[in-house]
């Protein structure tokens, strides 16, 4: 194999498309969409291994136009909490432009309210730049994915960091 064959790259799985499974590599802003057996012919290929699986578990709610989506972020086999996770879709409209103001609005609205209260943890507002990924402006599954994707890296680099801080 070249030495540039891409060795670190994330696996997603949505609710929403149980049949697919898509791959992110980062490193080449790559999103692969597959059937959901990829997963199991790689393992047995030898050519995947998961390190880290994170389980994201929780409710759906729908007001109006809005779609709420939060969840737990755990560890699979593990109730250990590792963050929590709050995705918003606005259904009308799915050009990712267009949605950026009344999202922003949105989120703004989100950390006045969670700023008067003393939670632990930050907030944080996660969007890629899905131009890097070839992905168009209209919203798709490979970008829910990718979304994800950058939510989960962010989550084990902070666990890795706190981690290497108590060692």
């Known amino acids: 194999?070249?030495?540039?064959?891409?060795?670190?790259?994330?696996?997603?799985?949505?609710?929403?498309?149980?049949?697919?499974?898509?791959?992110?590599?980062?490193?080449?802003?790559?999103?692969?969409e597959a059937d959901v057996s990829?997963?199991?012919?790689?393992?047995?290929?030898?050519?995947?291994?998961s390190r880290v699986a994170l389980?994201?578990?929780?409710?759906?709610?729908?007001?109006?136009?809005?779609?709420?989506?939060?969840?737990?972020v755990v560890l699979t086999h593990s109730e250990n909490l590792r963050g929590i996770?709050?995705?918003?879709?606005?259904?009308?409209?799915?050009?990712?432009e267009k949605a950026r103001k009344v999202m922003g609005e949105f989120l703004e609205i989100c950390r006045e309210a969670l700023s008067k209260r003393s939670l632990p943890g930050q907030f944080m507002y996660v969007e890629p730049n899905f131009g890097e990924f070839g992905l168009s402006d209209n919203y798709s599954?490979?970008?829910?994915?990718?979304?994800y994707a950058f939510v989960m890296a962010h989550m084990?680099?902070?666990?890795?960091?706190?981690q290497s801080v108590r060692n």
């Open 1 to 32: 194999m070249p030495n540039d064959f891409p060795r670190d790259f994330l696996g997603i799985s949505l609710a929403e498309q149980p049949s697919k499974y898509y791959f992110i590599i980062k490193m080449y802003r790559i999103v692969l």
């Open 55 to 72: 389980y994201f578990e929780g409710s759906q709610y729908q007001l109006g136009d809005f779609r709420l989506r939060v969840g737990k």
């Open 38 to 49: 990829i997963q199991m012919i790689m393992e047995k290929l030898q050519s995947y291994r």
């Open 85 to 96: 996770v709050m995705e918003v879709e606005y259904l009308p409209i799915s050009s990712m």
């Open 141 to 147: 599954p490979q970008h829910t994915a990718v979304q």
């Open 156 to 162: 084990i680099a902070t666990v890795q960091a706190v």
